[in-house]
């Protein structure tokens, strides 16, 4: 346990006179003045609307005393730094269908039922043909034969790839990039570590640089595949012949994502062929075969599978010319044009020295991220590949530092080898992956819920603990669902809590779980909350129009009573009079959704890349709790450096009793959360 931790968990008489049913837990009793990070009840309770202070509404909500209960027990009894130091140290990182990922599952599902939570269980929402465990793994840099490594690297690998069989040292060799490239370094490829060179051209930040590592993956297996079956036709002069596959046609052009026109490609059959096959690609991101395509009267619609879920691409074509609509599994739609090319085949030189380097039986390749983060993702078509399925061939991507000291010696022409051990252990299926579910049933309205979720899964790249994504997500709605427990909260509708697995993979376990749902379960959930957004604090949620009031109330109770010093002295130092009365308060600000001519929207938005997508596809209101704070999300997402001491201890517990109240307080108001703005409300609250 933390030392913050230990200063915290402390009962005060005000605590436990509050408790409704034993919630206290014992020890040094310590004033509540003495904690840093609380604050007493404000003289009267506000909330906040659209970042100004106002009245808290009229509304019925929860009993007040349970309410205040949750927040003396949320100030000096809160565990949310003990179940985050759990999962980053004691389990780790927890890859989807990973033996972790499911320690963590088995680990969730216990600590609910000694809570006393009902309906606990773990909810499988499907299997992977393979399990991928990533045990621990090294990679060091030799200069002219060194005995000790001159240099430790960060690095990390596609996740659902093969490894090494125990260290493997090689000399570092750059990828030839022309024949007399390779006939200068061909005596030397044969377990040697290529360098794959860097593209500049082409490296939209670090999570294009996975991109780029699962098309070379593909390239790699395909290639190897052709020239096992004798289908790389090399020339007299030992080239290889390749362009747009025999039958097809290709059409290239854009895809328009957040106002950027990135390339695509599309080679596909005669349009009269049956079944109409292709291949699309979006370059830097994914490349795989259409599924489900259909021409009829100058329309093309097929499916194309990516590692975010299937988006449905539908084009108009005119003579040459095509221009359509891409929808996204997450319903956000995208314009997609093309025109037809009159592409024929050339000589590809790269392809040729790619087949002649793995001919040669190299160790694996290097390459590198775009700055000290080295992001992790997934190959292509994790989930259904079988063992006999993995490729051979292994790369690692490294930090830029790291890479530019590599190639500064190969250029000072010194003799360079790497020493890389890649424990990657694969576990032939079919693995089951779950959910974790838990309740407190409600006492007058059981059948209607309230939920409360993030999820378990985190990506696993050497060095990562699986903190701030989304450990502290897990670790609030945990914290969340013992906080209410503790203090023998009643709600009338039932509070369920649920930990995801697969969100890292496209939204997997939540899209399941929905669909399982029947209309009638779906019309009885009232609102979906998911702390996905890292360490820093629930800063509040946008609404409808009509959503507000309800919201409001129901965060009110938490604004002015957790406090931030380090905050304050920001603020301080900002020397800005205009926020003295506020600085280092963490405030809940509830906002009303807008479109971009300022006008309130009707219906919650169908988009989002976090597991509130998957309920708001389907139009249960689903909230992704703003993150406001001072952490940089991005510095740990997915790299070598989401690990515990990111996280910030006073936000997490701001966090798991603000979502505590939330709950406990949607749970006994009037009515669900309304669905949607009618024309009216959306007109009033314009005016």
Known sequence: MSHLSRALRVATPTACLLATLAGCSTGSTVALDDNPYARPAPASPYAVVDGEKVAAPSIEMGDPRT??????????????????????KQIGPRLTGSKAQADAARWAEAQFKAW????????????????????????????????????????????????????????????????????????????AWILVPTNYSNRRGIRNVGSQMRNRHNERA????????????????????????????????????????????LDIGSMDSDPLAGTMSIEGFHSSSIENAVFTDSSLTFDWPTPMGTTKIAFDI???????????????EYAVAATKSDQQPVVDVSEMLLARVLEAGPAGFLCSSNDERVWTTSKNGWRESELADYAQDVEVCVSSSDYDYINSRLTDGATVEAEIDLDHRLVAGPIPVNNVIGEIVGTEKPDEVVIMSAHLDSWNGPGSEGCTDNGTGSSVTMETARLLASVGARPKRTLRFILWTGEEQGLLGSRAYVESLSDEERAKISAVFVDDGGTNYQGGTPALSTMVEYLAAATAPLNGRFFSPADYEAAMSDDNPDNDADAGLLLVNISTLRDRDGNPVSTMPRGGGSDHASFNAVGVPGFFWNETGRAVYRYGWHTQFDTLDLAIPEYLMQSATNSAVTLYNLSCAPDLLPRAATEETATASSR
């Open 222 to 265: 395909e290639l190897r595949d052709r020239m096992a079956a004798g289908e790389a036709n090399f020339d007299t002069e030992g080239e290889v012949l390749d362009s747009v596959p025999v039958g097809m046609t290709r059409w290239t052009g854009t895809f328009s994502y957040q106002g950027n026109d990135v390339p695509i490609t």
């Open 318 to 332: 005119d003579g040459n010319s095509a221009e359509g609509t891409a929808t996204a599994s997450s319903g956000e």
């Open 116 to 191: 006393g939570l009902e309906n606990v269980r773990l909810h499988e929402w499907g299997t992977i043909a393979t399990r991928f465990d990533r045990g621990p793994s090294t990679a060091a840099v030799y200069v002219n034969g060194a005995n000790e490594p001159n240099r430790d690297m960060a690095f990390t690998t596609l996740a659902w790839v093969r490894g090494t069989d125990g260290p493997v040292r090689g000399e570092i060799v750059r990828m030839p990039q022309t024949e007399d490239d390779f006939y200068a370094v061909q005596d030397k490829l044969e377990g």
């Open 67 to 88: 309410v205040e209960a949750i927040i003396t027990q949320g100030q000096t009894d809160n565990r949310v730094m003990d179940h985050l130091t759990h999962l980053t």
